[in-house]
């Protein structure tokens, strides 16, 4: 079963919050008062009056005070500000390997709130080219990501390992070919990245056309022929958008294998 990490991570903050601001408002006094009038707070054997002293805070109560701190800061840190994620697939290959640890803007398309995802603040909107993190639209809580290809409102043609849009050609150049696979190298527009194509695989996998609804983005992997995206289940809805992927800041595939740095550096 997938945890709800942002859901948890929000009950634990206001659970604690609450818990820390009701004993400073209304239980602390009382408990005093009650701690006082037990005798308690007598005289202690230096002639010194004990009354400032204050009995042992309940152990919830200690608890929350200590952590709702931390994990209100890390509710603000990843919610509104950036959030780390890790590549668990090769949909992005060449740009992304599985076990990059990414780190994700969360700001770039505008403040959002936490579990619900509706955007409080306009800041920016994904722009072509993009590398975006975003909800699977096929159940709303897998995050995922891809490049986005298609604005609201462009159309999208993809035909024999052909992308068009707007009945316009995207360029792209040969760079090498790496068996399986054949790197290109693909302009959109301000944005140059490459994509990996696979040799030999028929080109209608994931042909087709498309009109990109007002408030929706069309995205793609940029390993073309193995990846799980717009072209097969749609385009991505707004308020599923989580944010704009801008760095690598480690790589590490595996437990049995040790992390490395080589790839730290910023996503084209």
């Not at 009354?51 to 701190?69: A, G, Q």
């Not at 500000?81 to 697939?89: A, G, H, N, R, Y």
């Amino acid at each position: 079963m997938d945890i709800d990490f942002p859901l948890v991570l929000v009950v634990l903050t206001f659970a604690t919050g609450l818990i820390w601001l009701a004993d400073k408002l209304f239980l602390r006094d009382r408990r005093l008062a009650a701690y006082r009038a037990s005798g308690a707070a007598g005289e202690v054997g230096d002639g010194s009056s004990s009354e400032s002293e204050e009995p042992k805070e309940p152990y919830l109560v200690d608890l929350s005070r200590s952590f709702f701190p931390v994990l209100a800061i890390v509710l603000v840190l990843r919610s509104f500000l950036v959030e780390p994620f890790q590549i668990p697939s090769g949909s992005m290959l060449p740009t992304l390997e599985v076990g990059d640890f990414i780190l994700v803007n969360k700001y770039a398309y505008g403040l959002r709130l936490p579990v619900a995802g509706t955007k409080v603040i306009p800041v920016g909107d994904p722009q072509r080219g993009d590398v975006m993190v975003f909800r699977y639209p096929e159940d709303g809580q897998t995050n995922y990501i891809k490049r986005v290809i298609g604005l609201p409102g462009d159309h999208i043609r993809y035909r024999d390992k052909q992308l068009f849009i707007n009945g316009e050609e995207v360029e792209t150049r040969f760079i090498a070919r790496l068996p399986p696979m054949e790197l290109r190298r693909e302009d959109l527009g301000e944005v140059e990245h490459d994509i990996f194509l696979t040799m030999g695989r028929p080109g209608g996998s994931g042909e087709g056309e498309w009109l990109v609804p007002e408030g929706h983005y069309f995205v793609m992997g940029d390993n073309r022929d193995n990846s799980n995206d717009s072209r097969y289940w749609g385009t991505v809805p707004d308020e599923l958008v989580v944010g704009k992927a801008f760095a690598i800041w480690m790589h590490w595939k595996s437990l049995t294998s040790l992390p490395s740095f080589d790839r730290v550096g910023g996503i084209e």
